[in-house]
């Protein structure tokens, strides 16, 4: 009798292990889109069996537990790939928006910009006496600034987002470190739940894309999480360390540390994008350098023209607009944004009615001479005075009723200073019309003053000319026209999207690649699953048969009684 | 062993092919609409380069040919005023001749004077020509008058100068690259130095003195200088000729240089709309293609088939 209840038992067991079967292929069904998820399979066992004199009978099938079907290869594979992917993607993202800022190439608001300028300064060659024409190169000129200045901050406001997005992403790290240092707690007191470990594989899988990172797994069942490439722990056991950001939205660099511990270079997204934050050599710094670089290209070169050029009216003071911080210092070392050489400036002093008082010159050499030597210098000449006020040089005619006009500058000093300029300003953000000539359009300098005859004549172009003439001029950066340089500044971001968007499209496959492999392994597929579901549908039924029959049994047995 | 396929996989192909169906379209479909090749500098980074550039040369050149055309303008200018000054040497010339006949009474000469007196005021009166805003003989000094005279107190000119800052200086005006052209005609070389026995105006003053005084010797006297000055007229002439041909042929150049940067600038810049096109229809066939492909591959479960 015992044997046979005992076998009501064997039919219950094979019962239970074919509902545990059904729920897991259930469950699996369930999750086939959840991301992350490792299809898991019941392990059955035979359970053990009894030994009688006929031999060792079975008792039936036990569902020894739940195996989850992953390969720890393939999860390492596809972290470093994906670090990749996401530190090239990163990049081509803002490159392809900073490139956007360039395009389309022939309406360049900059570009245009200069094209019109130079127009308008071809124009006046044509005719220097006309007032209207001189209102419409200042008109473009601060077109040109305000084209220089757009696109500075437009770079400057994408430098921003990404410095923004790298302190969102820092945050989202340092969430997943936490609940990943919790994981490994609740899996030391749950080591074989399934879901957990899903749960900690799809966050460091996460951590990986962010910020590149290596796992292992220790025996007591932890993982201990490495920022890759560099040793330092993120999470270590129910540990997890902060990542903090250091540095400006805008300017500077942006720096990571971990519990003041510097990181070095990291991979991932924010890799990716602190990489073009910070570097000046491919990056959105170096893509501001540039754009000043141009500015400062564009207002010395145009500036170098106009300082020794005369406009219909001239000026009987000018106030320099770039102030020196130390007026004693040697004008080399004096921190001018651009360096004055040993060179000559000729001056000459009209009286009202346009006639030459006098003329003179001096000598600069900016190795030795201070802003206060120049000054007491210009001070001595005949019919000027010249001092120093707040570090900027003021140079006027002794009679306030003369006029000044500037003869060749070898110098550049007048540029360094800013007297006499068409534009103000050192850089892209500072670039604009000169005030004086904006309020006195008559002061643009068209004509050369020709001291030795003692005249300035409001039919020569020269100066005009020569300005016009900048924009075939290879005058900016290592010997390039003005279109030269902004077509070669937009195409070398282009370039650097272009590349990193290839990279972006084999790394895609090769993460494809390796996600496939590893969804073979973890994947859920549905058809496979209802098979099973078939297949322990009948085993419950021929289990449910099988206590059926022990009951007839049983029942045949009772009858007897 | 055959590789698992999950389907998740399946689906996650299916997307991807669709994803990339579109990008594919929605690129070509972007060139097609703004006819432009280039959407942005990493489509084609040298070509944005070159377009950039390419854009600056075409501008500069319509500037150039702008530039041209004003000195075209410029020039032409002085047609008028050289015309006018040669009738009016040509009419004392004549003049003179006459006057000089012995047979000529002193009310003949009175009254050629007189005509000689208009021609000089005619003759003073051009040189105050203007164009727009310049004195056309003012050479660099644009805005002063070029001749000044003084008058007896009888309103008669008496003797003229030039201005004294000079009315020879060139005007240039860069027409293309490197090619400069004098756009303005100098006084003196129109009437001669004020300083030189042959200057316009004083040889007329001295025509109508020496008729006023019917001394036909010294009406005879003028006729060489007469002459001299007349002569001259052709140097300015055969200059702003030379000068006029020479702004035609840049005009002729600039318009095949533009020509020649605008087709360059196109080669880069436009979209072949007819390759495009056949293009759209490969890349819509493709993701029709991927769609009914997905919609296949993800619809069969093992479900319908378990009855």
């Known amino acids: ?561 | 062993m055959t590789m698992r396929v999950t389907s998740a996989s399946l689906m996650h192909q299916a997307l991807e092919a669709m994803r990339r169906g579109q990008v594919a379209l929605a690129r070509t479909q972007g060139q097609i609409a703004t006819g432009r090749r280039l959407q942005s500098p990493s489509d084609d980074p040298a070509g944005h380069a070159a377009a950039i550039r390419l854009q600056a040369r075409v501008d500069a050149t319509v500037q150039f040919a702008r530039q041209a055309r004003q000195a075209q303008s410029d020039l032409g200018a002085y047609d008028a005023l050289l015309e006018r000054v040669t009738q009016v040497l040509g009419r004392a010339q004549e003049i003179a001749v006459i006057g000089a006949d012995a047979s000529k009474g002193p009310a003949e000469r009175q009254a050629m004077s007189l005509e000689v007196d208009h021609l000089l005021e005619d003759l003073v009166a051009t040189t105050s020509a203007r164009n727009d805003l310049r004195y056309l003989l003012g050479g660099q000094e644009t805005l002063a008058p070029p001749l000044q005279v003084t008058r007896d107190p009888g309103g008669r000119i008496t003797a003229a100068t030039w201005n004294p800052a000079g009315v020879d200086g060139a005007i240039m005006l860069e027409v293309a690259e490197g090619v400069s052209v004098q756009t303005n005609i100098g006084g003196s070389s129109v009437l001669g130095a004020d300083t030189d026995p042959t200057f316009a105006p004083q040889v007329l003053i001295d025509l109508r003195d020496a008729l006023a005084a019917s001394d036909g010797e010294a009406v005879r006297a003028t006729l060489e200088p007469l002459a001299t000055v007349a002569r001259r007229l052709a140097g300015p002439r055969a200059a702003a000729g030379g000068r006029l041909a020479l702004i035609e042929r840049t005009l002729a150049a600039l318009d095949t240089e533009e020509s020649g940067a605008r087709a360059a600038l196109s080669a880069v810049l436009d979209a072949d709309i007819g390759r495009l096109a056949t293009e759209l229809n490969q890349q819509e066939m493709v993701y029709q293609a991927s769609l009914h492909a997905a919609a296949r591959a993800i619809q069969p479960t093992l479900l319908e088939f378990l009855r």
């Open chain 1, 1 to 561: 009798m015992s044997g046979l209840f005992q076998l009501l038992g064997l039919g219950s067991g094979s019962l239970a292990a074919a509902q545990y079967a059904q729920a897991t292929a259930g469950n699996n069904v369930a999750n086939a889109a959840t991301p992350g998820f490792s299809r898991r399979r019941v392990t059955l066992v035979e359970a053990p069996p009894i030994r009688l004199p006929v031999g060792a009978v079975g008792t039936g099938v036990l569902a020894a537990g739940l195996a989850r079907l992953r390969e720890g290869l393939l999860d390492t594979q596809w972290r470093l790939d994906s670090e990749d992917l996401q530190f090239a993607s990163a990049r081509a993202r803002v490159l392809e928006q900073v490139g956007a800022l360039f395009g389309p190439a022939d309406t360049t608001a900059l570009g245009t910009a200069l094209n019109r300028f130079f127009d308008a300064l071809g124009d006046l060659a044509g005719r220097p006496e006309d007032l209207s024409v001189r209102a419409v190169v200042l008109t473009e000129a601060q077109a040109v600034a305000s084209a220089f200045g757009l696109l500075r901050d437009q770079v400057e406001s994408v430098e921003q987002d990404v410095s923004a997005t790298v302190a969102d992403r820092v945050a989202e790290v340092n969430g997943l470190s936490a609940r990943i240092a919790a994981l490994n707690g609740d899996l030391t007191l749950h080591p074989d739940d399934a879901s957990l470990a899903d749960e900690r594989d799809r966050l460091i899988d996460r951590l990986a894309e962010l910020i590149g990172v290596r796992a292992a797994t220790r025996e007591d069942g932890t993982v201990q999480v490495l920022v890759n490439g560099t040793g330092i722990q993120l999470v270590d056991g129910l540990r997890a360390a902060v990542v903090s950001t250091s540095g400006t939205p805008i300017g500077g660099a942006v720096s990571l540390a971990i519990d003041g511990m510097t990181l070095g270079e990291v991979g991932g997204e924010i890799g990716g994008l602190l990489s073009l934050r910070n570097s000046t050599t491919e990056g959105l710094p170096w893509a501001l350098d540039r754009i000043d670089e141009m500015a400062r290209g564009l207002i010395a070169g145009v500036n170098r023209e106009h300082a020794s050029g005369s406009g219909l009216a001239l000026a009987s003071s000018w106030t320099a607009t770039e102030i020196v911080t130390d007026p004693a210092a040697a004008l080399d070392t004096a921190g001018l944004w651009h360096l004055p050489v040993a060179g000559t400036l000729a001056l000459g002093v009209f009286d009202g009615a346009g006639t030459m008082v006098s003329s003179s010159s001096v000598a600069i050499d900016p190795a030795t001479m201070s802003l206060d030597d120049l000054a007491a210098a210009l001070d001595a000449l005949p019919d000027l005075s010249a001092s120093v006020t707040g570090g900027r040089l003021v140079l006027s005619t002794a009679n306030p009723a003369h006029r000044l006009a500037f003869g060749q500058d070898s110098s550049d000093i007048l540029v360094a200073l800013g007297i006499n300029g068409l534009f103000t300003g050192t850089d892209a953000h500072t670039l604009a019309a000169s005030p004086a000539l904006l309020a006195s359009p008559s002061l643009v300098a068209t004509a050369r003053a020709d001291l030795t005859a003692g005249r300035v004549s409001p039919g020569d172009a020269s100066a005009a000319s020569a300005m016009a003439a900048l924009r075939a001029s290879t005058f900016l950066g290592s010997g390039q026209t003005p279109a030269q340089f902004l077509g070669t500044l937009g195409g070398d971001i282009g370039a650097a999207a272009r590349s990193a968007a290839g990279r972006v499209e084999t790394l895609e496959t090769v993460v494809r690649v390796v996600d496939e492999q590893r969804q073979a392994i973890s994947g859920v597929n549905v058809d496979e699953e209802l098979a099973e579901m078939v297949r322990y549908q009948r085993a419950y039924e021929a289990s449910a048969r099988f206590i059926r029959t022990v009951d007839d049994m049983i029942g045949a047995l009772m009858d007897i009684l």
